[in-house]
């Protein structure tokens, strides 16, 4: 057949968004082929026609959304991010669903039935559309800086089967002011053709723009295109917007969104899940993971992360001579913070102080046993330890 790598890409492509009369095409096509003995051409048509439908395998809850509740063209890999006119430079990143590598983030079970609403509501727009009900479809994630915002939104686009394009306002504005209103139009024609999910990253960037000591006609020109733009799109699809500052935004702001979800820092339940999935088999010792959790008390996911990647690091290096409490000492040392929790402070003094507010904590006492462990003594040592202390209060 003349022009078959032609014919083959046509077939790739359209096979990409699930349609009974395009597989059923291709077939014919496969079925002709054959019958005229190209096997080469025959054989990378089927494989082509494979790979089709093993993708819809994977994940058909995807595919059946993505084809029945947005309106919009599919936005494949070769598709390129909006860029500025005059600079060149990307409005956006975009993020193919097949390629979002980030895992599911871990929460408490309140924000995890939340998230689980928001998905199960995004994966039925089409049916709240046909019963006559306006589906939410503008979201505001807020909370402290490393909770797992920025993950979450990856985590949805992925679970939805949709591109995501990362808008970093920050960025986005603060460079060129005299074009950002016309950047942000562009960005939103761009994400309003496509079937995506749209992420504005950094959204207090805007309520800064109020400091801005640039001309403020200018700034309220910007900060209008931009809510007309969410206004615009809060029926075409889906938009998720982000802050660490929820309080610089303004009622006009915050009433545009839908839905707002709080992102805390996680409970002590949570944290430890956390803990296990970073540091896998690195550390596996309930005692040591219990206290892990304790001393990240005030701590949010991405500090976690930061302390399992030392613990890793260290374990790596030191090998037999690894010393798992004194790591954790160094890693304090190491990474100073402002608000310092009363348990990390504990950990940087002596370990019979440490062991006794371990035993005595409230929310999650440790145990002799755990703490033997966690101490690399006996088990006596600890009793001693203990009682030692209790003399010292009768004697007070
Ligand atoms: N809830 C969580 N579950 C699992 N890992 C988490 C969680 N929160 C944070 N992390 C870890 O911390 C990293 C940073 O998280 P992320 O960038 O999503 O935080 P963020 O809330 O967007 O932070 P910022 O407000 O600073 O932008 C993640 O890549 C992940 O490894
Ligand atoms: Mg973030």
């Given at each position: 057949m003349d022009h078959f790598a032609i014919v083959l890409g046509l077939c790739r492509s359209a096979l990409q968004t699930e349609n009974p009369a395009i597989s059923g095409h291709v077939e014919r096509l496969l079925k002709a082929l054959e019958k005229e003995g190209c096997s080469d051409q025959s054989a990378a048509l089927r494989k082509v026609l494979k790979t089709g439908a093993a993708a819809t395998e994977i994940a058909p809850s995807r595919v059946i959304l993505s084809r029945a509740s947005l309106v919009g063209e599919t936005l494949t890999p070769s598709v390129p991010a909006p860029v500025d006119k005059e600079t060149g430079a990307p409005l956006a990143s975009i993020f193919h669903p097949d390629h979002i590598k980030t895992p599911h983030p871990i929460f408490n079970n309140e924000l995890s039935a939340g998230v689980s609403a928001l998905l199960e509501e995004w994966q039925h727009v089409d049916e709240l559309r046909k019963a006559g009900v306006r589906p939410a479809l503008t979201t505001m994630l807020f909370g402290a800086p490393g909770t797992g915002k920025t993950m979450l939104a990856h985590h949805i686009a992925a679970?939805?089967?949709?591109?995501?394009?990362?808008?970093?306002?920050?960025?986005?504005?603060?460079?060129?002011?005299?074009?950002?209103?016309?950047?942000?139009?562009?960005?939103?024609?761009?994400?309003?053709?496509?079937?995506?999910?749209?992420?504005?990253?950094?959204?207090?960037?805007?309520?800064?723009?109020?400091?801005?000591?640039?001309?403020?006609?200018?700034?309220?020109?910007?900060?209008?295109?931009?809510?007309?733009?969410?206004?615009?799109?809060?029926?075409?699809?889906?938009?998720?917007?982000?802050?660490?500052?929820?309080?610089?935004?303004?009622?006009?702001?915050?009433?545009?969104?839908?839905?707002?979800?709080?992102?805390?820092?996680?409970?002590?339940?949570?944290?430890?899940?956390?803990?296990?999935?970073?540091l896998g088999e690195f550390v596996q010792e309930d005692a040591n993971i219990n206290f892990l959790s304790w001393i990240t008390d005030e701590g949010s996911g991405s500090d976690i992360e930061k302390l399992s990647d030392f613990i890793k690091r260290q374990k790596a290096i030191r090998k037999s001579d690894f010393d798992f409490l004194n790591t954790v000492k160094s890693h304090i040392q190491l990474s100073a913070s402002e608000d310092e929790s009363k348990n990390r402070l504990l950990v940087t003094g002596d370990y019979e102080r440490l062991a006794l507010a371990l035993a005595n904590d409230r929310d999650a006492p440790f145990n002799q046993e755990q703490l033997a462990t966690l101490f690399g003594c006996t088990q006596s040592t600890i009793s001693r330890w203990l009682k030692k202390d209790k003399l010292i209060q009768g004697e007070k």
């Open positions: 679970e939805l089967g949709l591109p995501l394009i990362v808008a970093r306002l920050d960025g986005l504005i603060s460079s060129f002011l005299g074009t950002t209103a016309r950047n942000i139009s562009n960005l939103f024609s761009f994400a309003n053709r496509y079937k995506c999910v749209l992420l504005l990253d950094e959204f207090d960037a805007v309520a800064k723009l109020r400091d801005d000591p640039h001309e403020l006609g200018e700034i309220k020109r910007v900060v209008n295109t931009l809510l007309q733009c969410i206004d615009g799109r809060s029926n075409i699809g889906f938009t998720i917007a982000i802050t660490n500052h929820e309080f610089l935004l303004d009622p006009a702001v915050w009433r545009r969104f839908d839905i707002r979800i709080e992102v805390p820092k996680p409970d002590i339940h949570t944290r430890s899940k956390i803990i296990r999935r970073h």
